[in-house]
């Protein structure tokens, strides 16, 4: 009689396999012992910028066969019964808790995405004027000074070699 598999005490292949497995299964199993679901999040962070792509994925750990899933946004239900849930374009609206859950799974883990406004500078026409216009007349006055000194050098230079004279020595 064939026995299962189990991992033998010892070998380092089997203890690092025994872990991985828990991790893997440690968010989906609850300690009463039923699946739950698993929300992740694509990109993995949680702060995003307005107007970016976010996918939101519910991943259940049960027997196959289709499975209603149902999402909630800061507690309240949304018309979603796929596993991920797509925003295609992040507004300040969408921030917030989001869960998921199936009609035979608790709810799953919170993800607390949180939406903020573009951080990049105005490109007004008053913010170009504050800073581009002082930034052009110093880099100005610096390419003048600039050219002033490589001609004054030069000229010394210049007029250094005509009144040096080299004795010649017989």
Not at 3 to 24: D, F
Not at 32 to 46: K, N, Q, S, Y
Not at 137 to 162: P, Q
């Amino acid at each position: 009689m064939r026995r299962p598999w189990a991992p033998q005490p010892g070998t380092a292949t089997s203890s690092v396999l025994l872990w991985v497995a828990l991790l893997c299964l440690a968010p989906a199993i609850r300690s009463d012992g039923r699946p739950r679901a698993v929300l992740t999040l694509e990109p993995p962070w949680f702060n995003v910028l307005q107007g970016d792509k976010v996918t939101l994925n519910c991943k259940v750990f049960q027997t196959p066969g289709h499975h209603s899933i149902k999402w909630l946004h800061n507690g309240s239900a949304l018309p979603i019964h796929q596993n991920s849930y797509t925003i295609p374009a992040v507004n300040m609206e969408n921030s917030g808790e989001y869960q998921c859950r199936t009609e035979h799974t608790p709810l799953s883990n919170s993800v607390k995405l949180q939406v903020s406004s573009d951080p990049r500078p105005s490109t007004s026409s008053s913010f170009k004027f504050r800073y581009y216009v002082p930034f052009y007349i110093v880099m100005g006055l610096l390419f003048a000074v600039d050219t002033g000194l490589y001609f004054t050098l030069k000229r010394e230079v210049n007029s250094s070699k005509k009144n040096t004279k080299c004795p010649v020595s017989g």
